[in-house]
């Protein structure tokens, strides 16, 4: 099955400063990379996705790029903000019926 | 609208006791999938149905189980239960089959003893 990898486990910016997460996936067949955000006590939230057809998307502050070749997809945070700590978690699906989650990485904005 | 919605959303059970939870998917939504997240990892997943039909099973003993209603609603029966299957269990709805992102519910917090 897949296995997917996501790096670092935590990481803490100063506000308005770029935050970055990289995942990487074992299955080539993989297609859809979605991006979810979790506040402590509460659901993930779907925050951005990309499709294997496309290499970058953005959504103002947040953007996804995918490099099918290395396998491996990343999240970029720019202007960071004290809301915008949360863990987050990236997932990768070849068939829509089965997600594979990483393992969370745990964002600190220090105001 | 409502969102996805489970119950309970705190339960505490003995060892080797059985527990059922439930889920309502987004109105409209044909596909219900339960994951399991234990503290500080992401989720696993468990279970899909779409349209009352199993989908597909994740590496989870027999001693999990599912069935999804006529209205799309589900439930997700633990039986025999462990100390580790304390946990957070998800439920997550989708529109149809295929890829689409989930949407997932609040969880409900499984604390076995």
Redesign the interface.
């Known amino acids: 099955g897949e296995n997917?990898e996501?790096h670092p486990s935590t990481l803490s910016v100063q506000e308005g400063d770029s935050a970055v997460i990289k995942c990487t996936y074992s299955d080539s067949a993989s297609?859809?990379f979605?991006w979810?955000k979790q506040e402590l006590g509460?659901?993930?939230?779907?925050i951005i996705?990309i499709?294997s057809n496309v290499g970058e998307k953005k959504d103002q502050r947040i953007a996804v790029t995918l490099n099918k070749t290395a396998k491996h997809f990343s999240l970029h945070i720019t202007e960071t903000q004290p809301e915008d700590s949360a863990v987050y978690?990236c997932?990768a699906?070849r068939?829509?019926?089965?997600?594979?989650?990483?393992?969370?990485t745990s964002l600190t904005v220090i105001p | 609208d409502a969102g996805?919605t489970q119950s309970p959303t705190h339960l505490i059970k003995t060892r080797g006791q059985q527990v059922t939870l439930r889920c309502s998917p987004i109105s409209g939504h044909k596909s219900v999938?339960w994951y399991q997240q234990v503290l500080?990892?992401?989720?696993?997943?468990i279970f899909?149905y779409?349209e009352k039909e199993e989908?597909?099973r994740?590496n989870f003993p027999d001693r999990f189980s599912a069935r999804q209603f006529p209205n799309y609603s589900s439930e997700l029966n633990v039986n025999a239960l462990l100390l580790g299957d304390s946990a957070l269990y998800?439920c997550a709805s989708?529109p149809s089959?295929?890829?689409?992102?989930?949407?997932?519910?609040?969880?409900t917090r499984l604390t076995v003893v």
């Open positions: 997917v996501q297609n859809y979605p979810y509460k659901r993930p939230q779907l996705d499709r978690f997932a699906t068939t829509g019926n089965q997600f594979y989650f990483g393992t969370g | 996805v999938s500080g990892q992401g989720p696993q997943f899909q779409y989908r597909g994740g998800l989708s089959w295929g890829i689409y992102g989930y949407t997932f519910g609040s969880g």
